[in-house]
């Protein structure tokens, strides 16, 4: 019987565009738009943990896993010219389920979750792609449900953003969502999530390097 973790890969294949034969069919060129910079937020560790692999729902040494419904976010770096962007660091940092940051300045009442890394990055591959594995994250107070990224390329090109999620009431009153003027900018850092086979959910967020 083929298992949960192998038809999750197969759906993690196509979403990513490698199909049969490792084949990456990029977009013309001319379709592409640049990847909105937004800002970094007040939460970006001050120091990194030792533990930030591409799985933030588990920390080591901690007896149990993060608290949340679990997501997976593919995509792939890509130039402006539809390159992919190999050897890109891809980092990840965002809200725990209860809505609170793995931060000394947030200092809400809201729960901390031990199991929770906070923080995550990975190195595109070959064909520019990436993955995380995550929770879905909790709403902090003025925002919708959003997750930051930072990409550094290996000639110097930067990109810190944000990821929002499609069925968000929120979006629509969002002070940052709604500073993205241009409609196709906005339009392409939200990301419709779809049910994987083992009851997690899988989204892709491509972001373009201008």
């Keep these: 019987m083929t298992s949960s973790r192998n038809r999750l890969s197969r759906r993690w294949l196509l979403a990513t565009g490698l199909g049969a034969g490792g084949v990456v069919a990029s977009p013309a060129w001319a379709s592409l738009v640049a990847t909105p910079r937004q800002a970094a937020g007040p939460f970006y560790p001050l120091e990194l943990p030792l533990d930030d692999d591409n799985d933030l729902t588990s920390v080591d040494g901690a007896s149990v896993g ?7 976010v593919t995509g792939r770096i890509l130039g402006i ?6 050897g890109a660091r891809v980092e990840l940092w965002q809200a725990n389920a209860a809505g609170r940051y793995h931060h000394p300045l947030d200092s ?3 729960e901390v979750d031990a199991g929770f890394q906070g923080f995550g990055h990975t190195m595109t591959t070959a064909d520019g792609a990436y993955r995380f ?3 879905r994250p909790g709403l902090y ?3 919708t449900r959003h997750l930051h990224f930072a990409v550094r390329a290996p000639d110097g090109r930067e990109l ?3 990821m929002y999620f499609a069925d968000e009431p929120g979006n629509a009153k969002d002070g940052l969502l709604r500073r993205i003027d ?7 850092v939200i990301v419709d999530f779809a049910p994987a086979d083992d009851g997690s ?3 892709q967020f491509d972001m373009v390097l201008g």
Excluded: C, F, W
Aim: proline share 9%; net charge neutral; hydrophobic share 30%.
């Design 81 to 86: 010219d539809g390159a992919p962007l190999e």
């Design 201 to 203: 959910a899988l989204g």
């Design 182 to 188: 241009d409609p196709a900018q906005r339009q392409n």
């Design 108 to 110: 809400s009442s809201r």
């Design 133 to 135: 594995k995550t929770i």
């Design 160 to 162: 810190v953003t944000q």
């Design 66 to 72: 993060a608290t949340g419904d679990v997501i997976h």
């Design 141 to 143: 107070p003025g925002r």
